[in-house]
């Protein structure tokens, strides 16, 4: 249920404010799951990866593979990257770091299922 919550307001809001949006909730989900407000899920889990992968990219900084995240996650995640990027809002590189940061654990997942 978060994570439909989730995907709903991020597809619905202007490219423009995606990032300060994401840089918000990775914010507060690490702030009460420090406070034990909420549980740590797979849902969970996969949108703090998802923030923490975004505010490396918009600051340019070292990626690391993130293995393990729902296939529709991927998918939601692949297609907020593409916008930001047409949007201008992040670099047009950044489609690349995503499919090699998600390829691997995505390409798994398949196998899996």
């Not at 709903?8 to 995606?18: D, L």
């Not at 840089?23 to 990866?49: M, N, P, V």
């Not at 995503?98 to 390409?107: H, I, K, R």
């Amino acid at each position: 249920m978060m994570f439909e919550l989730f995907a709903e307001t991020i597809e619905n809001m202007p490219p423009q404010a995606v990032l300060n949006f994401l840089k918000r909730i990775h914010g507060t989900l690490e702030e009460a799951l420090i406070y034990k407000r909420i549980d740590e899920t797979t849902e969970i889990d996969s949108i703090l990866c998802f923030c923490q992968f975004m505010n490396l990219v918009a600051e340019e900084d070292i990626l690391f593979p993130m293995d393990g995240l729902p296939i529709r996650h991927v998918a939601l995640y692949a297609k907020v990257v593409s916008r930001l990027v047409e949007a201008g809002e992040i670099p047009v590189t950044s489609k690349a770091k995503f499919d090699a940061v998600f390829s691997a654990g995505f390409l798994r997942s398949l196998a899996n299922a």
